[in-house]
């Protein structure tokens, strides 16, 4: 069974462009959440999606915006892209529609110069 | 939904030693406290996790001990092997949150051969 993909998985952007990290979850799971992993802040959720509803968002400014699609695939953009936004973007995958087990991809790699 | 707090930030053990990463957190309305598994370059996978119902769970040379009254738990690893070397977090959510995890800081562990 295939894992959870991320891409790009490598990218660099310069302050004020804007970037869309797209994810394909595990087959089956309709829930797709987005985590940012930072040195300073650790893993914090961005936000979940479960059948094309965002259902829980975290604390995070409007710049940081997501969407599923009926096939369950999910992106995440950011818009005007602050130093601040450099980070390592996670997405997770689950079947549970309550708290369960999350299935990490091994993200995305967002430098901004 | 406040913070997890997690300590060590790193621990050094030996080979067939124990390695305890000890938890806290806040929000009474947590009930389901997992553990992650982090190496470098790759997204955290799932460990093991407990729910408040039992204070103790298991599997093969991971324990998980939950202590409900003090908003505590701890994750031991017996018989640590250098391949134990990774970056584990606690976690905390619950199912009113769904897959809104607040984790931990981590915890850097070294298994020296």
């Known amino acids: 069974k295939a894992g959870v993909t991320q891409t790009p998985r490598y990218l660099i952007k310069t302050r004020g462009q804007q970037v869309t990290l797209s994810c394909s979850p595990i087959?089956?799971?309709?829930?797709v959440s987005w985590y940012q992993q930072t040195p300073g802040q650790g893993l914090q959720f961005l936000f979940e999606y479960f059948s094309e509803t965002q259902r829980n968002k975290g604390n995070f400014p409007g710049r940081f915006s997501g969407r599923q699609f009926s096939n369950s695939r999910s992106e995440m953009n950011v818009s005007t892209l602050e130093l601040g936004d450099s980070a390592l973007y996670l997405c997770?995958?689950?079947?549970?529609?309550?708290?369960?087990?999350?299935?990490f991809g091994e993200g995305s790699r967002l430098t901004v110069l | 939904q406040q913070q997890v707090k997690q300590s060590p930030q790193s621990l050094i053990v030996q080979k067939g030693g124990i390695s305890i990463i000890n938890c806290a957190y806040e929000?009474?309305?947590?009930?389901?406290f997992p553990w992650y598994q982090q190496f470098p370059g790759k997204g955290p996978a799932l460990l093991i996790a407990i729910r408040p119902d039992v204070s103790e769970k298991k599997e093969g040379r991971f324990t998980i001990s939950f202590n409900k009254s003090a908003k505590q738990f701890s994750l031991h690893i017996m018989d640590s092997q250098p391949g134990d070397s990774a970056t584990y977090f606690c976690?905390?959510?619950?199912?009113?949150?769904?897959?809104?995890?607040?984790f931990g800081p981590g915890t850097r562990l070294s298994v020296l051969p």
């Open positions: 087959s089956g799971h309709r829930s």
């Open positions: 929000n009474t309305a947590f009930d389901y």
């Open positions: 997770a995958s689950s079947l549970a529609q309550v708290a369960g087990e999350l299935f």
């Open positions: 976690a905390a959510s619950s199912n009113n949150y769904g897959q809104n995890f607040v």
